[in-house]
């Protein structure tokens, strides 16, 4: 469970490696007639010596006679505990389903700490000096935010390629965008938009060489700029139609489900 909760002593023990007890007689009958509210939750983390952590939420565990209580520390960190229905015992560690072999606890945990999606507004992407993958006259508009020596941004050319080949309503529009631990991305991003060629771009991934620029464009610095305007601060960053941000490489079938459920709408 990573670095849930390693400085906060006891409570440490009741999200890691903990045994597991049963609860019987009135631990399995008092939901009858309770329920744990967040209030009871946290004065149990108060005497438990946690006083700083935060219960999120409750709900009824997998096991019978178990609450479970989801928390998160001042540092953001998250964490699980199970309290029994009686409210007099506490415990940690996860719990598995035998029958699929699944650890329900960290179900729990990858639920609570998935990110929220992140939406843009993608009418302050402009188009012009992009480089474009499929058919201009396509409905379907992605702009992909690359670094030419990104290894992840060339993997995910190739899948975007394979979606251009099968559907001409989508197409992507390639943003170039040079990291700054990249030393040579920032002249062959110049050197791409300077020849406006996707075939550069295409070779470099390639690992092939290609010319150094020969003219002066304030493209690279201005996709800089949006990216940080957009909080975009790492490659491949992909926008949909919607504006919802994607970051990582995706394979094709995957990117194009995507794409159609996040399409404008109108």
Request: hydrophobic share 40%; proline share 5%.
């Amino acid at each position: 469970m990573g670095k849930i909760f390693m400085a906060m002593g006891l409570l440490s023990f009741l999200l890691i490696g903990a045994n597991v007890y049963a609860f019987g007689g009135c631990e399995e009958d008092c939901q009858k007639c309770h329920t744990l509210e967040k209030k009871e939750a946290q004065d149990i983390l108060s005497k438990m010596k946690a006083p700083d952590a935060k219960v999120k939420d409750i709900r009824m565990s997998p096991i019978r006679g178990l609450w479970e209580v989801t928390m998160e520390d001042p540092n953001g960190g998250s964490g699980v505990m199970y309290v029994g229905f009686s409210k007099k015992y506490v415990m940690g560690g996860a719990i598995f389903e035998i029958d699929t072999a699944s650890n329900k606890t960290d179900e729990t945990l990858k639920e609570i700490n998935k990110p929220a999606d992140r939406y843009v507004d993608p009418s302050g992407i402009t188009f012009d000096q992009t480089l474009l993958l499929g058919d201009r006259d396509a409905k379907i508009r992605v702009v992909v935010f690359t670094d030419p020596d990104c290894p992840y941004c060339a993997k995910l050319h190739q899948e975007m390629k394979k979606i251009v080949s099968e559907r001409k309503d989508i197409a992507f529009y390639v943003m170039l965008l040079p990291l700054k631990f990249h030393p040579d991305a920032y002249w062959k991003a110049k050197s791409i938009i300077c020849n406006k060629s996707m075939e550069f771009l295409e070779e470099n991934f390639e690992k092939k060489p290609i010319p150094k620029p020969d003219c002066e464009t304030e493209v690279i610095d201005r996709n800089i700029r949006i990216s940080g305007d957009l909080g975009i601060t790492g490659t491949p960053t992909i926008v949909m139609p919607d504006g919802l941000i994607v970051t990582g490489a995706k394979d094709a079938a995957s990117l194009t489900e995507l794409i159609l459920q996040h399409r404008r709408k109108g």
